[in-house]
């Protein structure tokens, strides 16, 4: 079981990114993948989970509105788009897999992707 996060970099505030959450060895389609981000000296925080059933979204208050999480099973990866970046979302973006649902809590996740740097700056 792997995932293999992408898509960051350095981006200017109001810009875009669209991070990926690439599985293999699994089928990601089984799971609920929750995307989290973690800034230096802070713990890592919940962003955004997409369920594995129903395709149910949910998303922090601090992106709502901002980023959209998606997957393609086709391709099994999990997409997250993120709008208007602010410098506050500046972070290393990790992905999981929830071992059962979605969760705001890191414990609710078994396998962690690598995660891919966000740089939010002017």
């Known amino acids: 079981v792997q995932l293999q996060a992408s898509g960051g970099g350095l981006v200017h505030p109001g810009g875009s990114l669209t991070l990926s959450c690439a599985a293999s060895g699994f089928t990601l389609d089984s799971y609920a993948i929750g995307w989290f981000r973690q800034a230096p000296g802070k713990e890592r925080e919940g962003v955004s989970c997409i369920g594995s059933s129903d395709g149910s979204t949910y998303y922090a208050d601090s992106v709502k509105g901002r980023f959209t999480i998606s997957r393609d099973n086709a391709k099994n990866t999990v997409y997250l788009q993120m709008n208007s970046l602010k410098p506050e979302d500046a972070a290393v973006y990790y992905c999981?897999?929830?071992?059962?649902?979605?969760?705001?809590?890191?414990?609710?996740?078994?396998?962690w992707g690598q995660g891919t740097q966000v740089t939010v700056s002017s």
């Open positions: 999981g897999t929830a071992r059962f649902y979605c969760s705001w809590s890191t414990t609710g996740y078994g396998d």
